[in-house]
């Protein structure tokens, strides 16, 4: 398992912990380490789902994963 895929995992069960800083912050590391569309996308979605649930302030971390991820989601899968 590499590196975005442990930092995905660790995201999801820090979002189930209620723990949406810590998860935010791995998934920003995950994105900008990520190059795989598909893991990108995944991102993109678990953001996208926390977002509504964060704070005035807070929603501008997860505004990163999601630029990031978009971003990454564009590239080409890597073989």
Do not use: F, Y
């Given at each position: 398992?590499?590196?975005?895929?442990?930092a995905?995992e660790?995201?999801?069960?820090?979002?189930?912990?209620g723990?949406d800083?810590?998860?935010a912050?791995?998934?920003?590391s995950?994105?900008v380490?990520?190059?795989?569309p598909?893991?990108?996308?995944?991102i993109l979605?678990m953001?996208?789902?926390?977002r509504?649930?964060?704070?005035?302030?807070?929603?501008r971390r997860w505004?990163?994963?999601i630029?990031?991820?978009?971003q990454?989601?564009?590239?080409?899968p890597v073989e």
């Amino acid at each position: 398992m590499d590196t975005v895929s442990e930092a995905i995992e660790a995201a999801r069960e820090a979002l189930g912990h209620g723990r949406d800083r810590r998860a935010a912050d791995l998934l920003t590391s995950a994105a900008v380490e990520c190059r795989d569309p598909v893991k990108a996308a995944m991102i993109l979605n678990m953001a996208t789902e926390a977002r509504p649930r964060a704070g005035w302030l807070a929603r501008r971390r997860w505004d990163d994963v999601i630029r990031i991820s978009q971003q990454r989601q564009s590239l080409q899968p890597v073989e």
